[in-house]
Nanobody
């Protein structure tokens, strides 16, 4: 069974930066399109960014475009999300998953969710 583990969440001030990491338990990581999601209290889980298996194509939700950067290191079976220019509305639990498409509107998660990592942006 595939296990996803997110890490790197922390407290940050507006304008600050964080880097999140995601690892996958199976060696299939390098073959999967991957994605970051987030869920704020009282809200549905939101797709934030996707990245193709070769890392060449990325897509972002409008709410994070220009501030967040998704990347991956297939040699380490690890995906990253660099969060810059953080805003209070970025406060959420961030999750990663493999997805069926890099196109945001068609993207669906493939595996069970991990525990996520909490990002809190406060003034």
């Amino acid at each position: 069974q595939v296990q996803l583990v997110e890490s790197g969440g922390d407290l940050a001030q507006p304008g600050g930066s964080l880097r999140l990491s995601c690892t996958m338990s199976e060696s299939i990581f390098r073959y999967n399109t991957m994605a970051w999601y987030r869920q704020a209290p009282g809200n549905q889980r939101e797709l934030v960014a996707t990245i193709t298996p070769d890392g060449r194509t990325t897509n972002y939700a409008d709410s994070v475009k220009g501030r967040f950067t998704i990347s991956r290191d297939n040699a380490k079976d690890t995906m990253y999300l660099q969060l810059n220019s953080l805003k209070p509305e970025d406060t959420a639990v961030y999750y990663c998953n493999a997805v069926n498409s890099y196109r945001l509107s068609f993207s669906k998660p493939l595996y069970s969710w991990g525990q996520g990592t909490q990002v809190t942006v406060f003034s």
